[in-house]
């Protein structure tokens, strides 16, 4: 049982470049998730969904775009990196009221 | 909007003590209220939960938290705490309509021998 699987685990991009951020649960839940952490902010959410075919917009969305291809899988996508997306993002699914299993992350550096 | 806020940025301890790591929260109605671990380079790891019933919840590792919905509050706590017990600990919250999950800023725990 996989749980939840991001990829890729690390990444450079130079500014201006583009990239998606894969993440696949096999857990059959609703409800996944995109954060990015960052020293003394915490995770913050980027962008959430539902259920398939539904996203929102989380507290720091801007920059970047979410695809719910299906019930497993949520990806994150960068169109034009900056350097202030540096950072490590974090891929989540819950069921509607249960807790969230994370993935183990992506530790991304824009130059 | 819901949100979730962790006075301390750290919180130290000597080992055999007990600990509290103290979070409050803001949410529509009532809350899920969670607890997660973050140990060095990896990912989030799942304490405690409180959805409904005993204000008192029991968790992983002999962790505990209190619901006080008067203070909203959730804090975590540990009667007798390990060295290994040192992580990233953050606090989140759900509303319950099954919506967005919010985490703090998180708070440093460092248990000393």
């Known amino acids: 049982n996989a749980g939840v699987t991001q990829t890729p685990k690390f990444q450079v991009l130079k500014t201006g470049q583009s990239m998606t951020l894969q993440c696949a649960q096999d857990m059959n839940h609703n409800s996944m998730y995109w954060y990015r952490q960052d020293p003394g902010m915490g995770l913050r959410l980027i962008y959430y969904?539902?259920?398939?075919?539904?996203?929102d917009k989380g507290e720091v969305p801007n920059g970047y775009n979410v695809s719910r291809l299906n019930k497993r899988e949520f990806s994150l996508r960068l169109e034009s990196a900056a350097p202030s997306q540096t950072s490590v993002y974090f891929c989540?699914?819950?069921?509607?009221?249960?807790?969230?299993?994370f993935g183990q992350g992506t530790r991304l550096t824009v130059v | 909007a819901q949100s979730v806020a962790q006075p301390e940025d750290q919180v130290n301890v000597a080992e055999g003590n007990p600990l509290t790591v103290k979070c409050t929260y803001s949410?529509?109605?009532?809350?899920?209220l969670f607890w997660y671990v973050q140990y060095p380079n990896r990912g989030l790891q799942f304490l405690l939960k409180?959805?409904?019933?005993?204000?008192l919840v029991k968790g992983s590792y002999g962790f505990e938290a209190e619901f006080n919905k008067s203070q909203t509050s959730f804090h975590l706590k540990k009667p007798s705490a390990l060295v290994s017990d040192s992580a990233l600990y953050f606090c989140?919250?759900?509303?319950?309509?099954?919506?967005?999950?919010?985490f703090g800023q998180g708070t440093e725990l460092s248990v000393k021998p």
């Open positions: 969904s539902a259920s398939e075919g539904t996203t």
């Open positions: 989540a699914s819950s069921s509607r009221t249960a807790e969230a299993f």
């Open positions: 409180y959805i409904t019933g005993d204000n």
């Open positions: 949410v529509s109605g009532n809350p899920y």
């Open positions: 989140a919250v759900r509303d319950n309509q099954g919506g967005k999950l919010i």
